[in-house]
């Protein structure tokens, strides 16, 4: 199989990637990086050849010699190499441009501060309790939502842009696992709760989800 994707199953970022090569159809082979163990397969040597940042996804695709990093880069990628059976970045440029400003709210402004390295080093660097640093995910995954469920309230449908998957959806459902993961009150965000609902519906999703994955721990 040429197409690979370097993933940990619950890597958000690698979740949102998933879901993507999902929803083009394509097979690809999960290789698993474990984050944790052994202090992360992601720092060893072979690894870092394909991805010297160290972190997940990395995207590879063999036959084209082809190795991606960076979860939206790899799926914008994926989107114009692959446009059926459809496309999740829509072609008109102000619909684009909106999409792509709601996806990047998500993977931009609120997973990094929530991302591992960043709360291992509050633990290791500045002595957070793993309390301290639920609720410092927590927060943060909160202040982003308030934003995104008010914006929603212009344009969403079935999913965050009417009743067409894009990329936007691929980014909230990952994130919202994280923000269920953290103890966030989602009753608080109804019109995420009904997308990402709706988006776990469909077989692309699911398939995607971090308790499915060969490397799953749960």
Request: one cysteine or more.
């Amino acid at each position: 199989m040429s197409l690979k994707l370097y993933s940990y199953w619950r890597s958000t970022a690698s979740y949102r990637t998933r879901i993507a090569l999902n929803l083009k159809g394509l097979e690809y082979e999960i290789k698993p990086v474990h984050l944790v163990k052994e202090g992360g397969e992601q720092h060893l040597e072979a690894y870092r050849r394909l991805n010297p940042a160290e972190l997940v996804p990395t995207f590879v695709d063999e036959d084209e010699d082809i190795i991606l990093n960076q979860s939206l880069s790899i799926i914008t990628f994926l989107d114009e190499r692959y446009p059926e059976p459809f496309r999740l970045l829509p072609q008109h440029a102000v619909e684009k441009a909106r999409v792509t400003a709601l996806a990047q709210d998500i993977a931009c402004d609120i997973q990094p501060i929530g991302n591992l390295r960043v709360l291992n080093a509050l633990k290791s660097r500045y002595d957070a309790s793993q309390e301290n640093v639920s609720q410092w995910a927590a927060y943060w995954i909160e202040q982003g939502f308030k934003g995104i469920e008010q914006r929603l309230q212009t344009q969403a449908g079935k999913y965050c842009f009417d009743f067409d998957v894009t990329l936007a959806d691929v980014c909230l459902v990952p994130q919202v696992y994280n923000a269920k993961r953290f103890g966030v009150d989602m009753t608080r965000f109804p019109l995420i709760s009904k997308i990402a609902d709706n988006c776990n519906q469909l077989e692309a999703f699911q398939k995607a989800a971090p308790e499915n994955q060969p490397d799953a721990q749960v």
